[in-house]
């Protein structure tokens, strides 16, 4: 484990607010796999801070260049956040580097220290944390009281959507930079073992309430009488929603719960060759999993929502967050090939032309820049071979 930024001449930036690298636990970390090689491809002195025991020391996929630092926190479903975000701040204020990428507004706590040591700040909004409703109201507080400090202190703001952009803009009065997440178009993929292609039905989803778990879950008995269900994901913490999992998987021959899935390639060949995808996100603004779907080419059906819309465009099927609607909806998606081929092509262009990673991370990289007037410096550091 390095404990500094450790080569003289290059601009220095800390990615604080993440697991860790390279981590698989959600967007954010999704984000810094493919954000922290491209910045020291781009002549950055990159350190990611994270966790302990969050990521794999022998990972395959992990970029030897990008330094890691991890830090001590509280490992709690409410405290974690800020606990491992403030040690990460007071590691990053006494090494210094030029400039700070933060994650998630929980942190906006601690961007005064930031401030007061001298280093620029260029910080990833998130959702509307304190409209989730896995919060508690102590937490859905202290998650508004952050975000107010973010807009009184960040420097760079980033939304991940316009329409987190506008809400940004409309309740703290600060404007922001839209940048969006990415998705990797796969190889074509062989079919998971006891799976048909376009024959099964996925969701693909931490169990939350705003990711509409519950809706679907009531709505798989009904799907499963006519179709196989795929189901990804889980609490994290066990629950009531992962009971209900286990006992759909267990009642229903058609049905199977997968728990989390980290292997990439097997995430991506669900995605790829389900018949329909429902994606029940309802507060994040432009989700990871979505814009990986639209990657994968998945016939999608998704809640009806702003945040929805605006990644889908005109594409896929929007869908009410009732059981029967949402059953009504799959069953509709699953009996037209037609439908599901075009859907299918459409969202797989509209993927590789307005969400790929090498957009976002130039993106990140330019505002970095912009922030210590550090002009672009065109791949000095190439990745081996």
């Known amino acids: 484990m390095k404990h500094g930024f450790e080569s003289p001449g290059l601009p220095t930036i800390a990615i604080i607010g993440t697991r860790g690298y390279p ?13 922290a090689p491209h910045l020291v491809d781009s002549g950055w002195d990159a350190t990611v801070y994270g966790r302990p025991g969050s990521t794999k020391k022998d990972d395959l996929d992990k970029d030897s260049r990008v330094q890691c630092i991890e830090t001590r926190g509280l490992e709690t479903k409410s405290l974690s956040t800020l606990s491992y975000g403030l040690t990460s701040v007071l590691h990053t204020f006494f090494c210094k580097p030029d400039v700070a990428l933060v994650m998630n507004v929980a942190n906006g706590f601690w ?11 260029v910080v990833n909004v998130d959702g509307i944390e304190w409209e989730r409703a896995k919060w508690s109201p102590l937490a859905k507080f202290v ?5 107010k400090f973010t807009a009184r202190f960040g420097d760079t703001l980033v939304s991940d959507s316009r329409e987190i952009s506008r809400r940004w ?14 998705g990797d178009v796969p190889e074509a993929l062989p079919v998971i073992p006891g799976l048909k292609h376009r024959g099964y039905v996925l969701v693909v ?123 009504e909806a799959v069953e509709k998606m699953m009996s037209d090939p037609a439908s599901q081929e075009r859907i299918s092509k459409l969202v797989l262009e509209r993927a590789a032309t307005d969400y790929t990673w090498d957009a976002v991370c130039t993106a990140y990289e330019e505002q970095a820049r912009l922030r210590i007037g550090v002009k672009t410096n065109s791949n000095p550091h190439p990745r081996s071979s």
């Open 23 to 35: 981590s698989y636990y959600g967007g954010f970390e999704t984000a810094v796999r493919k954000l």
């Open 111 to 121: 961007l005064p220290l930031l401030r007061l040591r001298g280093i620029a700040t």
């Open 143 to 147: 998650f508004r009281l952050g975000a």
């Open 169 to 182: 803009k409309a309740d703290f009065g600060r404007e922001s930079v839209f940048i969006p997440y990415g």
């Open 205 to 327: 989803a931490r169990f939350v309430p705003e990711n509409t778990v519950h809706e679907f879950f009531e709505a798989v008995p009904r799907i499963a009488s006519q179709y196989p269900v795929v189901i990804v994901g889980s609490s994290g913490y066990g629950g009531p929603l992962d009971e209900m999992a286990r006992e759909l998987d267990s009642a229903h021959e058609n049905v199977t719960w997968m728990g989390h899935v980290s292997d990439d390639r097997k995430l991506l060949s669900l995605w790829q060759h389900a018949g329909a995808y429902f994606h029940g996100h309802s507060v994040g603004g432009t989700n990871p999993a979505l814009v990986q779907a639209m990657a994968c080419g998945a016939p999608i059906i998704a809640r009806d929502t702003a945040y929805n819309r605006e990644v889908l465009g005109s594409i896929g099927q929007l869908t009410l967050p009732s059981p029967k609607a949402i059953a």
